[in-house]
């Protein structure tokens, strides 16, 4: 079955960086796109980043371009969010996500707190 575990997330001080990691398995990887969503308390979940399965093209939420950087790995079923200058509002939970066949599937989230 399809399985995303997200890992990396932690306590960081505005200003400071965050590599996020999702392993994935259950499906071939190199064949879709993959995305970073995240939900803050009290908020939607929001799309951070996607990736094309490729990986030759990006696209990133208004909020975040600039900052975070999505990456991915094919021959390791990886895919990457290094955050930099992080900011309080960038705290919330971060959902590793892809889709196919009419299907969303998500990994079980990391939390990223900023915070001094």
């Known amino acids: 079955q399809v399985q995303l575990m997200e890992s990396g997330g932690g306590l960081v001080q505005p200003g400071g960086s965050l590599r996020l990691s999702c392993a994935a398995s259950?499906?071939?990887?190199?064949?879709?796109?993959m995305s970073w969503f995240r939900q803050a308390p009290g908020k939607e979940r929001e799309l951070v980043a996607a990736?094309?399965?490729?990986?030759?093209?990006?696209n990133y939420a208004d909020s975040v371009k600039g900052r975070f950087t999505i990456s991915r790995d094919n021959a390791k079923n990886g895919v990457y969010l290094q955050m930099n200058s992080l900011k309080p509002e960038d705290t919330a939970v971060y959902y590793c996500?892809?889709?196919?066949?009419?299907?969303?599937?998500w990994g079980q989230g990391t939390q990223v707190t900023v915070s001094s």
């Open positions: 259950g499906f071939t990887f190199r064949l879709y796109t």
């Open positions: 996500n892809t889709r196919f066949g009419l299907r969303n599937y």
């Open positions: 990736i094309t399965a490729a990986g030759d093209s990006t």
